[in-house]
């Protein structure tokens, strides 16, 4: 079902030195102006140049920034500061880290991987999407005719019949290095045997690709895809071969290893008018066992949970755990035209029986979403910033979304939190 194969990455010259901490970055959609010019302070040529462009949003006005990241892109690329791997190949990417006292390493395969729509039920997404996201990635890959960062996609493998290339790859010559601002160490290998390519191939041919972070990336490639082929068509030109455009970049993670994390993102949330504590706590009672919650670390008070619940703090420092009551009955408590795997998610039954009824804000308006913010640190929502109630959730799990994806739906944006995130600027792809 999942096609992959080697690439030619373009990536940094490294003039005998494998670390490229100084190029690369987070995702484009995690920085912020602040973090932004810091990145460049530290090198002129890093990864968000290209990848988060200044200039005009608009792509009709002079000196716009899909143009400012075209020029600097062909300008590196002449100059000799990113270059092409000498041949084609598959690379293994290896994370470690230290996550709450004990060592953890992911891998990933970074391939180019052919594009398939969501309803042909090869590649799937778990979570929405946002149009305008969607626009601005369009115009840059335009602009470059490249993708300049990866899709994080997972496939299923319980049996561990990958671990052994993955293993192999890691004991031949490290291409590069990087580390993030949070110590996380990326390091990265070429796979070019063809054998072990072929072998590599067969092995994912049979998997269906569940995109874990990257929606708006993977949309846009679809995108661009369907407007080459288009303009292929309109212009009498036939490929032999799927063309690079039928393509895009993805590094693929075993989804059933257990070094796999995946953290939770908690809400912050501001009523739509007066915020009043009482009427707000009373409504929540309706479906939701409001208790005093046990002391001690946030996530503790949520970790034995057998039903969804959430750890509820509103801005007067009240706070309670919130449990769904035994007598509410999720098939019909929450009326939309979705499936039981979906209901049972603790995003989705906080987004329908509480943003929605008790602070008006849902993703079918969105004009509401200003008013919901999301939070990485639980410690950190807690304190109630800029907002009247914060809601502290445990992780979604990697069976819901498993079930979520291939009953073709898509949760809550912001349902999950792979860690860490995926570097831009280890490898790119060219299309041209």
């Not at 190029?23 to 302070?41: H, M, Q, T």
């Not at 407007?227 to 059933?256: K, S």
């Not at 993102?265 to 706590?281: C, E, I, M, N």
């Not at 898509?410 to 060219?430: I, V």
Request: aromatic share 8%; net charge negative; hydrophobic share 45%.
């Amino acid at each position: 079902m999942a096609f992959v194969k080697p690439f030619q990455a373009v990536m940094y010259r490294r003039d005998g030195v494998g670390d490229i901490t100084r190029f690369v970055a987070p995702p484009y959609d995690v920085i912020n102006a602040e973090s932004r010019e810091a990145l460049i302070g530290k090198d002129p040529h890093n990864v968000v140049a290209i990848d988060l462009p200044k200039g005009p949003a608009d792509p009709t006005a002079p000196g716009n920034r899909y143009d400012s990241a075209a020029a600097t892109w062909n300008a590196w690329r002449e100059e000799g500061i990113l270059v092409e791997d000498p041949s084609p190949a598959i690379y293994v990417l290896e994370q470690v880290w230290e996550h709450v006292g004990r060592h953890v390493r992911r891998r990933a395969f970074i391939a180019a991987t052919e594009l398939h729509a969501f309803d042909e039920g090869v590649v799937l997404p778990h979570e929405r999407t946002l149009p305008k996201a969607i626009a601005d990635r369009l115009y840059l890959t335009r602009a470059c005719a490249a993708n300049l960062s990866q899709v994080f996609g997972l496939f299923t493998d319980p049996a561990g019949e990958t671990d052994d290339i993955f293993e192999a790859a890691t004991h031949s010559e490290e291409l590069l290095s990087a580390t993030d601002a949070d110590g996380v160490v990326s390091r990265l290998w070429a796979i070019r045997d063809n054998d072990t390519l072929r072998s590599l191939q067969s092995m994912l041919a049979d998997k269906q690709i569940f995109i874990a972070d990257g929606h708006h990336r993977y949309t846009t490639a679809l995108a661009y895809r369907d407007e080459r082929r288009a303009a292929d068509a309109a212009n009498g030109i036939t490929h032999e071969a799927p063309p690079n455009y039928d393509f895009t970049l993805m590094a693929l993670v075993n989804m059933d290893d257990p070094d796999l994390i995946v953290l939770p993102t908690h809400r912050l949330a501001r009523a739509d008018g007066t915020f009043v504590p009482d009427l707000f706590w009373a409504g929540l009672s309706e479906n939701f066992d409001v208790v005093e919650p046990p002391s001690g670390h946030p996530a503790a008070a949520l970790a034995a949970a057998a039903v969804p619940t959430f750890l509820v703090r509103t801005s007067d420092g009240t706070t309670r755990l919130a449990s769904l009551r035994s007598d509410v009955d999720l098939a019909t408590a929450i009326p939309t035209d979705a499936s039981a795997a979906w209901k049972s998610i603790d995003v989705a039954v906080l987004q329908e029986l509480v943003l929605r009824p008790l602070l008006g804000i849902h993703p079918d308006e969105p004009s509401t979403l200003d008013r919901l913010s999301f939070v990485k640190d639980a410690h950190e929502a807690l304190k109630v910033a800029d907002a009247d109630v914060a809601f502290v959730l445990n992780a979604t799990r990697m069976d819901q979304l498993r079930a979520v994806a291939v009953g073709g739906e898509t949760m809550p944006q912001k349902s999950t939190y792979f860690y860490p995130k995926l570097l831009s600027g280890l490898l790119f792809r060219a299309m041209d």
